[in-house]
């Protein structure tokens, strides 16, 4: 059964302290990892997407990572308005996404 | 640019009734897909289509019904509420399977 699972649950950063958010994967021929952010009270907002092993990607303070087995968020320099839960989906061969539970930063000023 | 928009916002039912979830997308995709939302549990899917006139289940789809009339359109209904049911309900449309989902903004939905 194909599963997505995210850690930490919760993270509690200072402003300007760096760190990464982590989601593991298993599933039988990965087509798509898919980050997303999202506000309270808001839908998930697409960030990346990651087809192959060794792949990167940046966008201002966020730069996801993808090897075989899992993603790395990597956040450099947070600032409050970067809280948020990031969610975190994969997509198979002939299956539909499969979203991770989320992980909730709090960047703290 | 409206993308996903879901109507209503907020909504409480009593068990028992029966209600309609609307969700309109003008990006012209093909994919569209039902999600609840539920807290430690992550989006898990209800129903998907994958164009005009098209339904599938997904991974939660008991108690819940789909149409998709028109391309722009996806509707989730439920036709008897239950407590079980009270959630947060995302819609969401793709170009296609692999492509990135764009969500709505959510309806609350309370089954008391």
């Known amino acids: 059964e194909d599963q997505v699972t995210q850690s930490p649950e919760a993270l509690r950063l200072q402003e300007g302290e760096s760190s990464s958010l982590n989601c593991s994967y298993t599933v039988s021929g990965l087509r798509g990892l898919f980050w997303y952010r999202q506000d309270p009270g808001k839908g998930p907002e697409f960030l990346f997407t990651?087809?192959?092993a060794g792949e990167e990607k940046e966008k201002e303070r966020l730069k996801a990572t993808l090897t075989k087995k899992e993603s790395f968020l990597h956040i450099t320099a947070p600032k409050p308005e970067d809280s948020a839960t990031y969610l975190c989906?994969?997509?198979?061969?002939?299956?539909?996404?499969?979203f991770g539970p989320g992980t909730r930063l709090s960047v703290l000023p | 640019n409206a993308g996903v928009t879901q109507t209503p916002k907020f909504r409480v039912l009593k068990t028992g009734q029966s209600m309609t979830l609307l969700c309109a997308q003008d990006m012209n995709h093909e994919y569209m897909y039902w999600y609840r939302q539920d807290p430690g549990m992550g989006l898990r899917l209800i129903h998907y289509?994958?164009?005009?006139?098209?339904?599938a289940k997904g991974e939660v789809p008991d108690g819940y019904n789909v149409s998709r009339l028109k391309k722009q359109n996806f509707l989730l209904g439920l036709e008897s509420a239950a407590p079980s049911q009270t959630s947060v309900y995302f819609c969401?449309?793709?170009?296609?399977?692999?492509?990135?989902?764009?969500f709505g903004d959510g309806t609350r939905l309370s089954i008391l």
């Open positions: 289509s994958v164009g005009e006139g098209t339904t």
């Open positions: 969401a449309s793709g170009e296609s399977a692999i492509q990135p989902q764009h």
């Open positions: 989906a994969v997509q198979a061969r002939g299956q539909n996404f499969v």
């Open positions: 990651l087809y192959s």
